[in-house]
C-alpha cells in the first residue's frame, strides 16, 4: 500500500496533476512545450497563498506543495 505522497508523484510520472482547493502541482510538460527539460509547477491563485514556481525536481515540488497545502488547512 502506498502513501498519500507516493501516489501524487506516481499521478505526477503517469502525466496527471493534483488539487487541494486552488493548489495544484503538475508535471507542466504535459501541458506546454518546455525545452529545458522536465518541469514540475506549483500554482495557488488565492490572494492569501498567492504562489507559483516550476521545479526540476519533483520531490522538491512536492515538498513546496505540502507546504502550502498544510498552511491552508
Do not use: P, W
Amino acid at each position: 500500500m502506498s502513501t498519500h505522497r507516493e501516489s501524487i508523484k506516481n499521478k505526477l510520472l503517469g502525466g496527471t496533476y493534483e488539487e487541494y482547493n486552488s493548489l495544484s502541482i503538475c508535471r507542466i510538460n504535459d501541458f506546454y512545450t518546455i525545452h529545458s527539460g522536465i518541469k514540475y509547477q506549483v500554482h495557488n491563485d488565492t490572494h492569501r497563498y498567492s504562489f507559483s514556481e516550476l521545479y526540476d525536481d519533483v520531490e522538491e515540488a512536492m515538498d513546496k506543495f505540502f507546504e502550502i497545502r498544510r498552511k491552508m488547512r
